[in-house]
């Protein structure tokens, strides 16, 4: 971590949460590549903006970064991935390789860009030290199996984390990349608990049944596959030594994930001690409820705080077009709250009256702010999904690595960055373009170098011309 002095405004002195973003990359585009995300699948091929993605992001981290709460920043992953396309067997020069991919079908040469490493959220499923039986904080990076481009992130993602956490705690490799253990990290996971410093209740949402035998799923969604995996949650409860009495599986309703909650945080959100979900969020809502509400009970000697939004209020089409479940909650050092939805729940009239529920429900909760994420969400992700919160430790954040905290200096010169190389505007037939190519992975390796990290992208193994 870089001395106090460094680092934006005042910073907590005890346990805290700190919030971790990734640069959004210059290719960020539209491939229509994500499946079960209406937004994604509807803005195929519309030409994206990745400047506008990029200076959202980083205007959300620095948001969140001005409110005195600690903020990391990896950089982009690179892209095109040569690896990849020289392993579907689009190699040579890299000209040679994206006109090979490009023929293939542009699909591929969309896959071999996505800049999906943007959504934080489906990095890793993190435990704080409190919770976990050997007392150290452990991040289980995702294996993301169920979508060809998000399987190209992996690799990178452990060893950014590995090299920001430092001694901190334990990075746990993804589980096997296969279908039975298919694991799309926090998105499908919430901690619970008032006092960061005592252990806590953590929530699993799968979307498959729980399942022993590994027997042939039985399939109850009809439009959609299910994206999490019972045993990847069980798996990760295990290797994260988590207590079973502070640790619920929950089953996501077939008929929301049908509708285009392809993830739980597109349904549901947790903050210390307030649990708020949609009524068709899972299967069995009022007993998930009523065992969520006694484990808390158990593990804190506090009441639980469950806010359930009717569909009379928000119904479940309304609640995946305006995101208002994939908002960002924030607690201050005074102990205050402040919520970040997206834009789209400001002109919806059920999110709104939603919101409502929530001012009258929780006291402490003094702001709440719109954020422009539309570049995002055109993708599918809310402020939500673009940060993967990490409780810890004052001793825990000394041990970590000075990169990648986000500084005054850091986050000037990644604006500057964005809006000197980034385009306003790409279209898949620009991915073809081989000087489009070559400018993506010096960003990358710019934004590395001004984020202090020293691992090596992908691409930098590769010889290649
Ligand atoms: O995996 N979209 C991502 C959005 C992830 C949102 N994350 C959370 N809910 N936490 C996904 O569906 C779209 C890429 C494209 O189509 O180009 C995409 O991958």
Redesign the pocket.
Same mark, same amino acid.
């Given at each position: 971590m870089p001395s106090l002095e460094d680092l934006p405004f005042s910073q907590p002195v005890g346990t805290c949460e700190v919030n971790i973003d990734a640069l959004v990359g210059p290719s960020h585009?539209? %491939?229509?590549? @994500?499946?079960?995300?209406l937004a994604?699948m509807s803005?195929?091929q519309s030409p994206s903006n990745p400047r506008a993605a990029a200076l959202q992001g980083l205007e959300k981290a620095w948001r969140v970064a001005r409110l005195g709460i600690p903020q990391v920043v990896l950089p982009c992953q690179q892209r095109p991935h040569r690896a990849w396309l020289a392993s579907i067997g689009c190699d040579g020069t890299l000209g040679e390789s994206l006109e090979q991919a490009w023929r293939l079908g542009p699909r591929w040469l969309?896959v071999a860009y996505?800049s999906?490493s943007m959504?934080m959220?489906?990095a890793a499923t993190v435990s704080p030290s409190a919770d976990s039986g050997d007392g150290r904080l452990h991040l289980s990076v995702a294996n993301l199996t169920s979508?060809m481009?998000?399987q190209l992130e992996p690799p990178e993602t452990e060893s950014l984390l590995r090299e920001w956490l430092g001694s901190a705690g334990i990075v746990h490799a993804p589980l096997p990349a296969c279908w039975p253990l298919r694991d799309?990290g926090a @998105?499908n996971h919430t901690r619970l608990g008032s006092d960061l410093d005592r252990p806590g209740v953590q929530v699993f949402v799968h979307g498959d049944a729980a399942n022993d035998q590994l027997e042939t799923q039985e399939v109850a969604t009809r439009r959609f596959p299910t994206r999490q995996a019972w045993a990847a949650c069980r798996a990760i409860a295990l290797r994260h030594r988590l207590d079973s009495e502070r640790t619920l599986m929950f089953q996501q309703s077939p008929r929301a994930i049908d509708a285009g909650v392809?993830?739980n945080?597109?349904i549901a959100v947790g903050h210390r001690d307030t649990w708020v979900m949609h009524e068709q969020a899972v299967v069995a809502p009022d007993e998930s409820i009523r065992q969520l509400s006694a484990a808390y009970l158990a593990a804190t000697g506090h009441s639980l705080r469950v806010i359930v939004i009717p569909d009379s209020v928000l119904s479940l089409n309304e609640a995946v077009r305006s995101y208002f479940f994939?908002s960002q909650w924030l607690t201050n050092e005074r102990g205050k709250w402040r919520v970040l939805f997206p834009e789209h729940c400001a002109d919806s009239s059920e999110a709104s009256k939603a919101i409502d529920l929530l001012r009258e429900a929780i006291p402490e909760l003094v702001g709440i702010d719109f954020v422009p994420v539309d570049q995002s969400m055109a993708?599918? %992700? %809310?402020p @939500?999904?673009l940060r993967l919160r990490v409780i810890m430790t004052s001793a825990e954040r000394q041990q970590t690595s000075t990169a990648g905290w986000l500084t005054d200096s850091r986050y000037r010169r990644l604006v500057e960055l964005v809006r000197t190389r980034y385009r306003d505007r790409l279209t898949l037939d620009d991915l073809r373009d081989e000087s489009f190519a070559r400018s993506c992975m010096s960003i990358s390796e710019e934004a590395r170098r001004i984020l202090g990290f020293h691992t090596l992208g992908d691409n930098d193994s590769e010889e290649g011309p």
């Open positions: 585009h539209f %491939g229509g590549l @994500a499946v079960g995300n994604s803005h195929a969309s996505s999906s959504w959220a489906n979508g481009h998000r799309e @998105a392809f993830h945080d597109v994939n993708n599918g %992700g %809310g @939500a999904c």
